[in-house]
């Protein structure tokens, strides 16, 4: 029984050794993986984002020059109303009692002009004849002079009078829609130190804008021109479109947050969008269309000399290719030195067709982070690497005819062994 145990504790020892002096001899495997992506056709565009108000490009506020207690009234909200279109009466009768009585101050004046009119004319033939003093006929022409003065007086007291009676009729400005009628029938308005507002009328609903607030880090992106899309609450899924019309210099400053006031013009041929609606704005600053992409990421990698020899065969990966690796890197993502202080100008790897990489000069335009544009140097479907990735280890262990399991002392014998045979201790 205690054979049996020895020999299969010496089997499992055995096969124990056997294994450890495999690995030992046997190089590990590794594996090699790259990461690519393809030039491809698309669209570039960088934004800036902003909220504002929809308004009518045209407000006009109606108010009321004269006081009085409105009488009638001709449109409601929502009218549709043409210029010079009669839109409220106030009553007249107090203006038709100011008129009267200023065409009666008239009267009067007129006819004081005509009695010193003809006193002066006396006075003037009798002192042609020496038969007044000049005291008298200088006192007639002050008289005459200021009974025309009166009669001009009363005269624009009439016509103002006149005026403020037509005031008491409001007429359209514009043509256009009634947003707002602020007065009813009966109400008393009071035209003492302001003027107060009856109608808003918009111009025209179908064109109308947006003024939005732009961040001051943002405002220097922005021109006019640049498209705009935006959307409303009330059209969440919709998307309008618009344009830069202007760009306001006056700072507005909320909170000690600097903004500026950009307006958008927003047509609206439906009459869907309504004033007073929150606008979420979203500005192209930067926008291509239908051109050669190539991935950010492609263009900042650098691979290892030593992983690319991995990768690729003694003789590279298509032959040819194996010519081209450059010099050691500076560092993962750094630029070739011929490419620094160009930032147009970058370096990327393509995947060949046998599956060989070799470098290539790019010059590339805008981007937006992700993608950058292809000006030149790249064609549609080029396969270009994003990244390389190792797993395993390459190291060689030695190999080796010693035991692993040796008998206690054995270096030792061995080293008195060779030392009597002449040689050096080992």
């Known amino acids: 029984m205690k054979k049996s145990i020895i020999y299969i504790g010496s089997a499992v020892i055995v096969l124990a050794a056997g294994f450890l002096i495999y690995k030992s001899v046997t190089k590990t495997k590794q594996t090699v993986s790259i990461e690519t992506a393809k030039v491809e056709r698309g669209t570039i565009s960088n934004t800036v984002t902003a909220t504002g108000t929809l308004e009518a490009v045209k407000t006009v506020e109606v108010g009321t020059q004269v006081s009085g207690v409105i009488e009638k009234l001709f449109v409601d909200f929502n009218s549709e109303v043409k210029k010079g279109q009669l839109l409220a009466q106030l009553d007249e009768t107090p203006l038709m009692a100011q008129l009267d009585q200023s065409k009666a101050s008239v009267d009067q004046a007129e006819a004081q002009v005509k009695y010193q009119k003809a006193t002066y004319e006396r006075y003037k033939a009798l002192l042609a004849k020496k038969l007044i003093a000049q005291s008298d006929f200088d006192l007639a022409e002050f008289n005459y002079n200021n009974a025309l003065g009166s009669l001009n007086n009363a005269k624009s ?46 111009n025209d609903l179908t064109q109308m804008r947006v003024e939005a607030k732009v961040d001051e880090a943002d405002i220097g992106q922005l021109v006019a021109g640049q498209r705009v899309e935006f959307t409303v609450d009330a059209f969440p899924i919709k998307k309008f479109m618009g344009e830069v019309t202007e760009i306001r210099l006056q700072p507005v400053t909320t909170n ?27 500005f192209f600053v930067t926008e291509r269309k239908d051109i050669l992409l190539v991935s950010a990421k492609a263009t900042r990698f650098t691979p290892d000399p030593e992983t690319l020899a991995a990768y690729m065969p003694p003789m590279g990966g298509d032959g040819a290719q194996a010519a081209e690796l450059p010099a050691p890197p500076m560092g993962v993502g750094a630029m070739p030195a011929e490419n620094a202080g160009n930032d147009s100008i970058h370096t990327v790897w393509i995947k060949g067709t046998n599956g060989g990489l070799h470098p290539q000069k790019v010059t590339v335009g805008v ?24 797993t395993g280890t390459a190291t060689q262990k030695g190999t080796t005819s010693t035991s692993f399991f040796k008998p206690p002392g054995s270096e030792k014998r061995t080293a008195t062994t060779n030392t009597q045979r002449g040689g050096p201790p080992q």
Do not use: C, H, W
Request: charged residues 20%; hydrophobic residues 40%.
């Open 256 to 282: 000690n947050v600097v903004t500026y006031t950009v307006v958008i013009g927003a047509p609206n041929p439906d009459n869907i969008l309504k004033p007073g609606m929150t606008a979420n704005a979203t």
């Open 367 to 390: 981007t937006d982070e992700i993608n950058f544009e292809v000006v030149n140097g790249l064609k549609e479907g080029d396969e270009v690497v994003t990244s390389i990735t190792t």
């Open 157 to 202: 007291m009439y016509d103002k009078n006149k005026i403020n009676l037509s005031y008491a009729r409001i007429y359209s400005p514009i043509d256009g829609t009634v947003l707002d009628r602020a007065v009813e029938v009966g109400q008393t308005v009071a035209a003492s130190f302001n003027t107060p507002t009856l109608f808003t009328i918009a």
